[in-house]
């Protein structure tokens, strides 16, 4: 199970998002995990990940220490180096990377086939591009879950937009009423896209939040596409 299986939208919404997870099971393969998490991590870097992160250290995109009403605002599009959150790495937890293009999620699963790490890796994306990536990789996908969307009464969910960011951080972090204030924003050209993104990115921790995607949405958005 994995807190990105019931990001909202299309299919079509989803080809340039792809969430790789690695994790290990206590007490069977956890012992000797971290330095293995690091080189996981470091695997991805000639990849160009566009997000990634330690679940217990946060991500490249981190909210500020000191928290003021304007901080966040002022801000740009700024991410840490990729090196600190790999060096932060101390504990058993889970480690993911976020792509934007199919060939990078291929080209970083060959190697983690290659490298052989003994930890649970998960593929998030959708089914049939997560199985093409497998496949190209060489690998055999071991099992599948799916996500059977929203049921009940929906009279009172918000927008598919708001929906489509918000579900982009799987804890909640990214509130609905954060994703639409963004949208205002953007639809005013008081933020750009990027910046909008990037806001919302600080505060998913697991760091599984895709810029790329966000900055395509929240375009969408401003054009009423």
């Given at each position: 199970?994995t807190?990105?299986?019931?990001?909202?939208?299309?299919?079509?919404?989803?080809?340039?998002?792809?969430?790789?997870?690695a994790?290990?099971a206590?007490?069977v393969?956890?012992?000797?995990?971290?330095?293995?998490?690091?080189?996981?991590?470091?695997?991805?870097?000639?990849?160009?990940?566009?997000?990634?992160?330690?679940?217990?250290?946060r991500?490249?995109?981190?909210?500020?220490?000191?928290?003021?009403?304007?901080?966040?605002?002022?801000?740009?599009?700024?991410?840490?180096?990729?090196?600190?959150?790999?060096?932060?790495v101390?504990s058993?937890?889970?480690v993911a990377?976020?792509?934007?293009?199919?060939?990078?999620?291929?080209?970083?699963?060959?190697?983690?086939?290659?490298?052989?790490?003994?930890?649970?890796?998960?593929?998030?994306?959708?089914?049939?591009?997560?199985?093409?990536?497998?496949?190209?990789?060489?690998?055999?996908r071991?099992?599948?879950?799916?996500?059977?969307?929203?049921h009940?009464?929906?009279?009172?969910?918000?927008?598919?937009?708001?929906l489509?960011?918000?579900?982009?951080c799987?804890?909640?972090?990214?509130?609905?009423?954060?994703?639409r204030?963004?949208?205002?924003?953007?639809?005013?050209?008081?933020?750009?896209?990027?910046?909008?993104?990037?806001?919302m990115?600080?505060?998913c921790a697991c760091g599984?939040?895709?810029?790329t995607?966000?900055?395509r949405?929240?375009?969408?958005?401003?054009k009423?596409?």
């Amino acid at each position: 199970m994995t807190n990105t299986l019931h990001r909202f939208g299309a299919p079509e919404s989803h080809r340039d998002d792809f969430v790789v997870f690695a994790m290990a099971a206590k007490e069977v393969n956890d012992a000797d995990a971290v330095p293995k998490f690091q080189q996981f991590l470091r695997l991805a870097l000639p990849h160009r990940p566009i997000n990634m992160a330690h679940a217990q250290n946060r991500g490249i995109y981190r909210a500020a220490e000191q928290l003021t009403p304007l901080v966040h605002w002022t801000r740009g599009d700024e991410r840490l180096d990729p090196e600190r959150i790999i060096r932060e790495v101390e504990s058993c937890s889970t480690v993911a990377v976020v792509f934007d293009t199919r060939e990078a999620t291929i080209a970083f699963l060959a190697d983690l086939r290659e490298a052989d790490l003994g930890l649970s890796i998960n593929v998030s994306a959708l089914v049939e591009e997560g199985h093409a990536c497998c496949k190209a990789a060489g690998l055999t996908r071991h099992s599948v879950e799916y996500s059977l969307g929203i049921h009940g009464d929906q009279s009172r969910l918000p927008d598919r937009h708001t929906l489509e960011l918000s579900t982009m951080c799987g804890h909640g972090m990214v509130s609905h009423n954060f994703a639409r204030k963004m949208i205002d924003l953007v639809r005013e050209n008081r933020r750009t896209p990027e910046q909008a993104a990037a806001s919302m990115a600080r505060f998913c921790a697991c760091g599984v939040f895709n810029p790329t995607r966000a900055r395509r949405i929240l375009e969408q958005a401003r054009k009423g596409e």
